[in-house]
């Protein structure tokens, strides 16, 4: 099949970003495409790749996602998440800030979704809003809380799957730890901003657009989906605007149904 084909390019695939440290990336879009209740999803992506700006300050990174989600009535859909990220220095070196890091985010959700259509295909609009909270240990370590809202569209059938959402994310940081790190390096990674701010001491705003494919047969699908992080308010910090991931999608209820 052509997406099994698109599946491995897509996770290997490589990002390039400059060797300041970014401490924000957007996690994977949980996307149900419920059509009545009953029904359970779960889904297993990752990607892994490279980073470096043609210095010494490049390394490896690594995303995991494990996402779940049920209907247990119809129109009522619950989302959890669990998304980790690591990156690994070639050649670290912890005085300009290239050193391994490592970050987790766990969330839940709920929403309502409506399936419309007769026979296998189906169009479904869907909206979830959660919460989710991690951490970052990196040049600096910090908490992560995030509100999110996400409306989303896609059709759904037997073979096929396609959706696009639009993630409102607001997000603040806690417990910031600079690691013995001086106000001069704070500044130079603009963690602390013109008028003095420091990061956690401000809420940040992003919306994140996603675009989510599926292709196989009934209970088993791959999934690769894109999605990308752009700032609402001003961010002075570095992010990483996008993610691509790659995995698997299984449908339980239908892994599940008896054979007729």
Not at 45 to 74: C, H, L, M, R, W
Request: a positive charge.
């Amino acid at each position: 099949m052509k997406i099994l084909r698109l599946a491995i390019p897509a996770i290997i695939l490589i990002s390039f970003s400059s060797c300041h440290r970014y401490y924000y990336k957007p996690n994977a879009v949980n996307t149900p495409l419920f059509t009545e209740g009953g029904q359970a999803h779960l889904n297993l992506a990752g990607s892994f790749g490279g980073e470096s700006d043609g210095t010494d300050y490049s390394g490896n990174t690594y995303f995991f996602d494990v996402q779940g989600s049920v209907s247990p009535i119809k129109h009522l859909g619950i989302i959890a998440n669990y998304s980790t990220w690591a990156y690994r220095a070639d050649n670290p070196e912890p005085v300009g800030g290239n050193v391994d890091a490592d970050a987790h985010l766990l969330e839940v959700g709920v929403g309502g979704y409506y399936a419309a259509g007769k026979g296998k295909f189906k169009l479904i609009t869907d909206i979830y809003g959660g919460f989710g909270a991690g951490q970052l240990k990196s040049d600096v370590n910090m908490r992560i809380n995030r509100f999110f809202l996400q409306p989303g569209i896609g059709i759904r059938s037997p073979w096929f799957d396609a959706a696009f959402n639009l993630r409102m994310v607001h997000l603040r940081y806690s417990d910031f730890n600079a690691n013995g790190r001086t106000n001069d390096y704070l500044i130079e990674h603009e963690l602390i901003d013109v008028r003095g701010r420091r990061i956690d001491q401000r809420n940040y705003v992003f919306a994140e657009p996603a675009i989510t494919l599926r292709g196989g047969y009934k209970f088993a699908k791959v999934q690769l989906q894109a999605v990308f992080a752009n700032e609402v308010n001003n961010v002075p910090w570095n992010y990483n605007g996008a993610r691509f991931t790659a995995g698997f999608y299984f449908s339980l209820e239908d892994a599940l149904k008896p054979r007729q």
